[in-house]
């Protein structure tokens, strides 16, 4: 499959990279053409992995990740094209964090809104999917990393959107019993909520890798 991952970071290298793993041929877009951070990638991923602009890696792609700052996402959205972008999957990985305040960050949209919904709005033209964005990059390619049955959500408005992203979230190791459809997008106000907690839970446990395990 031809896949993009929009953002240069750990989510975003985490991501790409376990998609060439996988098989899969990957762009990994940036705002500029010939970004450093991209072009290191490429050059580490082998035949399968290649570097662009948003724009390039948004029309490469038939399924596009959504790895960037949450604040300059629909910036970066934008830059990539909405012909490039129309009736495609876009997952969004992000959390809308806000440091311009210090830390520990703020979001800069909660409670009545969210950065999923606000995708979905200002491009209708495609299938939004929240996802992954509970945990830290290391275990969203790696759940056997953790033990126990632990989980990830999901949520968009579009059913076939969220059964294709969970099917690819199968091949990165996650049971499909573990996946958690929360429903429509509106349920990325609570998955980015979260963050203010997991942050939180950072420090308590003295790292990042950890996740949450259901029980009822």
């Not at 979001?107 to 809104?113: E, G, M, R």
Request: net charge negative.
């Amino acid at each position: 499959m031809r896949l993009a991952v929009l953002g240069t970071g750990m989510v975003g290298n985490a991501i790409a990279t376990r998609l060439v793993e996988l098989g899969h041929e990957v762009t990994m877009g940036s705002r500029t053409a010939g970004n450093e951070r991209a072009v290191a990638w490429a050059a580490t991923a082998g035949e399968r992995g290649h570097a662009g602009t948003f724009a390039d890696a948004a029309e490469f792609g038939e399924l596009i990740f959504s790895c960037i700052a949450g604040v300059h996402t629909l910036e970066a959205l934008d830059a990539a094209g909405r012909s490039h972008l129309e009736g495609k999957v876009i997952v969004d990985v992000a959390n809308p964090l806000d440091f311009t305040h210090g830390m520990p960050p703020t979001l800069s949209v909660c409670n009545t809104d969210s950065l999923g919904e606000q995708i979905q709005r200002t491009f209708p033209e495609c299938r939004v999917v929240k996802a992954l964005n509970t945990m830290n990059c290391s275990v969203m390619v790696d759940p056997a990393s953790l033990p126990g049955d632990h989980v990830a959500f999901v949520c968009g408005s579009y059913a076939d959107a969220k059964q294709e992203v969970i099917a690819l979230l199968e091949t990165f190791g996650w049971p499909r019993a573990r996946v958690v459809d929360l429903g429509d997008i509106a349920a990325s106000r609570g998955t980015e909520m979260y963050v203010s907690l997991w942050l939180r839970l950072w420090g308590a446990v003295g790292g990042p890798h950890f996740n949450i395990t259901l029980a009822s």
